[in-house]
């Protein structure tokens, strides 16, 4: 894992503001992934980004909070938070690792009503973060292939942004001279 | 040698014309351009075969692979190029792509290799004599071509880093033309291709395009309106 100190700081702020049920600051502490995400394309990195980011949405919904297996579920993310917080700070790599998956697989692993919500939260923190790191300037095929996604689902949600085709990266050939170029390929 | 001339498509511009309906459109330009469309192995994969695996794009997928079926698209064998030569051409182009541009934490990777095939492709094609363009929606791929220094300080903006260029690999990326979805939809709009004639679908279509990922701003939306 790269970043492990600042990894070690998100997930222990992530865990205090579960306790709080704070779901604004998890999320911002997930964007603080991004750019590490998007310089080291890490796994684990981008793992992390989309868990939190997946756990904030959840402590958002209060209505989540009432469906059957809820408290269980609880436990397990924060136990899984607990855990992966202990082995980075033990530099053991290989068990950060296996938490970190057993934290992603707590997410998709849950009974009942709960599991449809909690898989469609996981998925839509995936496009999410696609759509963060395809911001920051990474192909749109590399950021679907980074986040397991894809590319119909990154597309329509990165088109949506103005971030994405506001901000050029310089124009390279004037509009008109790429009609052009179009207008006399079809001769 | 041929006569023929080729547009390559990446799944990102297919994907914009899929998602918006588009693709009768896609079928009437093929029908007026003297040459093929062209979709190499690796882009067939993101277009068709992965969505195909999965129950929310399966119907897209198949709508995509119908246009492969009735050769509206074709594979870079129907110009007698040979998937094994893209691919040796594509790592090549991917290797360089991925590593003309080094942060503090080492190369930056930007592409994937359907993008790097259409990039392979482009150079097999004129190396053979046969005149192409590349048409792809997303904007990494072409601002690495047409703009790599803009996209050099957009990256150190956006990762907080400073970064490294290898102008000597800048310069593989120079010599490809590159043409979007809007300006396929405005040719289709020019030629009278469009199903719908009324005054404003232009606008809608090129909107259309860019709320389904083809980077284009509103500035240059209103651009292309202004040449019709």
Same mark, same amino acid.
């Given at each position: 894992m790269q970043e492990k100190e600042n990894i070690l700081k998100i997930l222990e702020g992530t865990k205090a503001s579960i306790q709080k049920g704070d779901a604004a600051t998890i999320k911002n502490l997930s964007n603080q992934t991004t750019n590490t995400a998007a310089l080291t394309q890490d796994p684990d990195n981008i793992a992390v980004a989309v868990i939190i980011y997946s756990i904030s949405k959840l402590i958002e919904r209060k209505d989540y909070k009432k469906l059957p297996g809820w408290n269980e579920f609880y436990k397990t993310i924060f136990k899984g938070i607990d855990n992966t917080i202990n082995s980075i700070k033990k530099n053991d790599e290989q068990k950060t690792k296996e938490n970190l998956d057993n934290l992603r697989n707590s997410l998709t692993k849950v009974s009942g009503s709960l599991k449809k919500y909690i898989q469609d939260i996981f998925r839509k923190a995936s496009i999410n973060k696609a759509s963060k790191l395809y911001e920051h300037g990474l192909s749109m095929e590399k950021t679907a292939n980074l986040l397991g996604i894809t590319l119909f689902e990154l597309a329509s949600y990165a088109g949506q942004k103005e971030s994405v085709s506001e901000i050029p990266f310089g124009k390279g050939i004037s509009t008109k001279a790429r009609i052009k170029i179009a207008m006399e390929m079809f001769g | 040698m041929t006569s023929e001339k080729a547009i390559i498509f990446d799944a990102s511009t297919i994907i914009s014309f899929s998602m918006n309906g588009l693709l009768r459109e896609l079928r009437e330009l093929k029908k007026i351009f003297k040459g093929k469309f062209l979709i190499t192995e690796k882009v067939k994969f993101e277009a068709i075969d992965k969505p195909m695996t999965i129950d929310r794009f399966r119907l897209e997928a198949i709508k995509i692979r119908g246009m492969l079926e009735d050769k509206t698209f074709e594979l870079p064998t129907s110009f007698g190029v040979k998937h094994s030569d893209i691919l040796k051409k594509t790592?090549?182009?991917?290797?360089? @792509?991925?590593?003309?541009?080094? !942060? +503090?934490? !080492? +190369?930056?990777?930007?592409?994937?290799? !359907?993008?790097?095939?259409?990039? @392979?492709l482009s150079e097999i094609l004129t190396q053979k004599g046969i005149p192409n363009i590349i048409a792809v929606d997303e904007r990494t791929t072409r601002s690495l071509c047409e703009t790599p220094r803009e996209l050099k300080n957009f990256l150190e903006k956006k990762l907080h880093t400073r970064i490294n260029v290898d102008t000597e690999k800048i310069n593989l990326f120079k010599n490809f033309k590159f043409i979007r979805s809007t300006e396929l939809i405005y040719v289709a709009y020019k030629r009278g291709l469009l199903e719908l004639k009324n005054h404003d679908t232009l606008n809608a279509l090129l909107y259309a395009m860019k709320y389904k990922g083809c980077a284009i701003s509103r500035d240059e939306i209103q651009e292309i309106e202004n040449l019709k």
């Open positions: - | 790592e090549d182009y991917m290797s360089s @792509a991925n590593s003309v541009f080094t !942060g +503090e934490k !080492g +190369e930056i990777h930007l592409i994937e290799l !359907g993008e790097a095939s259409c990039l @392979a």
